[in-house]
Every structure is written in structure tokens, then in C-alpha cells.
């Protein structure tokens, strides 16, 4: 049994380097305080990093995402010192970063308690991401062990494309991270019902955090709606509806954390014991369809 956190981020203004520590640090420990070993913060967390850019510059869109350059690896470093402080494992969202071939990545990274294990970017862009925005896809998919169980993560419009979920977890992940962030209610239900189904048609589990709140000092942030949520398939042991546990609303005032367990092995159990074996018989089926 492992006891999970999944943040309904509120986008805040911290318009120093001191205050965002802070607040970074406090939210963090307030999952920790009810046992949380594993926190997930939404896609685009890190671009609440544009706050102490000048007010032109974190207005602007892509002058906002060149601005927090510099700031990028003092932001990874106290993600670290935060996993190793209180010997856990934090997926702090994601940031666009800017890589040697002069395109911006949305990028999430992985900390625990003994430090960095690695990175996921994201690989399909929406369209605001790639018309808008000019964020390039990245390559490759990673699975990641730590003592929990095996870790992948699918940043926000990854979880709705089926075959991405499908090779994690043939790569072994048991539980996949959903960082996301959706201005709709159509696109948080987007994210939301493909979280559920890869939980559904690969026998895993899903964790997702979102972005919420108005920021309307950000164009990248401006509007955010979405709930935090936990998902595994509905079988044998299992919730009948597939959700362990989900937030009550899709605006909070502020940041709140989704705090719950889940036993992976009884997900694990699932594939072995279930009433369906929708991961073992997809393979048989599409042979069968092609």
C-alpha cells in the first residue's frame, strides 16, 4: 500500500524568487503531513516561475517561457532538496524548457529521496502548444523504478492516445502520472476520461493533477479548470466505478491536495484474477482486427 497526493494547483502570483520557495516548500509539506510519499503537481506548475519576470515580460507569451530560463535550475534544484528532505518521490508538473536545438520542450521531471531519476517530455502537442505557442514534442517514453512500483508519466493531452499508455506499460509501469492543465470543462473531461480509460484498458493505475484557478497575469495560464483524481479499472476488489478517490469541485479557492492510498498489487492482482483481461486480450483482438 502506497499513499498518493495529487494537487488541484492553484496558479498564484509570487512575484519573488523567496516567495515562491515558500510557497513551493508549504504546499509540499502539507501533503507530507498526511503521509503522502508520492506528490504529483499539474502540467505547466513550473510557469508559475513567470510571476517574477516584469510585468511586460510575463504578459507576453513566448516572452514569459524565454524569461524563466535562468530560473529553471535553481526551480530543479529545491525540487530536489524537497524529495530528499522528506524522503519522497515529487513530480513537481512541467515547465517549457528550452533545448540545444533552439525549441522549447514541455518537460516533467522525476525526484526522490536520493535525488533526479529522469525526465518524460510531453509528445503531442495541442494546438494551442503547437499554432500558438511553437512547443516541439519530445522523443521517447520512460519507465521508472523506485521503491514504490515502476512510474510513467503521460503529461496532459498524452493520456488520450491509447498506444503511449499501452507502452509504459508494457515497459512494466503499474501507475502513471497525468500532470494536466485544461482552461475548459471539456478539456479537463478530455484528459479526465482518457486518464480512466488507459486505467481501464491496461489494468493500471492513473494519477492526475490539474491547474485551476484565474491567472490572468499569465496568457499561458490564464483560465484553469480541472479536478484531481485517481483511476484504476473497475474489477474484482476494485471500485465499481474505477475512481479511488476524486476532488469535490473543479474551482477551489485555493491549492488543494487529493490525499489517498492505492495498493498496486491489487491492481497487479486485477490483471491475474479479473473479470476481464482487457490487458492481455488487446493484442490477441488487434491481430485479429489487421
Known sequence: MIRVAACQYAIELHESWEAYADHLQGLCAEAVAEGAQLLLLPEYAGLVLSGQLPAGQ?????????????????????CESIARRW?????????????????YRNRAWLFGPDGLLGHQDKLIMTRFEREQ?????GQGLWVFDTTLGRLGILICYDNEFPLLARTLAEGGADLIL????????AGYHRVRIGAQARALENQIAVLQSPTVGLAPWSPA??????K???FVPPDHGMPGDGVVA??????????RWLVCNIDLDEVRRVRQEGQV????????????VL
Open 178 to 185: 497525468a500532470p494536466s492543465c485544461t482552461d475548459t470543462v
Open 277 to 288: 483481461f482487457t490487458r492481455r486480450d488487446w493484442p490477441e483482438q488487434f491481430d485479429r
Open 228 to 230: 484531481a483524481g485517481l
Open 133 to 137: 505557442w511553437d512547443i516541439a514534442p
Open 58 to 78: 510575463r504578459g507576453d507569451l513566448k516572452g514569459s517561457i524565454a524569461g524563466i530560463q535562468p530560473l529553471i535550475e535553481p526551480w530543479l534544484t529545491l
Open 221 to 226: 495560464l490564464d483560465e484553469n479548470v480541472g
Open 87 to 103: 524522503g519522497i518521490y515529487l513530480q513537481p508538473g512541467s515547465v517549457p524548457v528550452l533545448d540545444a536545438d533552439g525549441r
Open 246 to 255: 476524486e476532488s469535490e469541485c473543479l474551482t477551489p479557492a485555493a491549492s
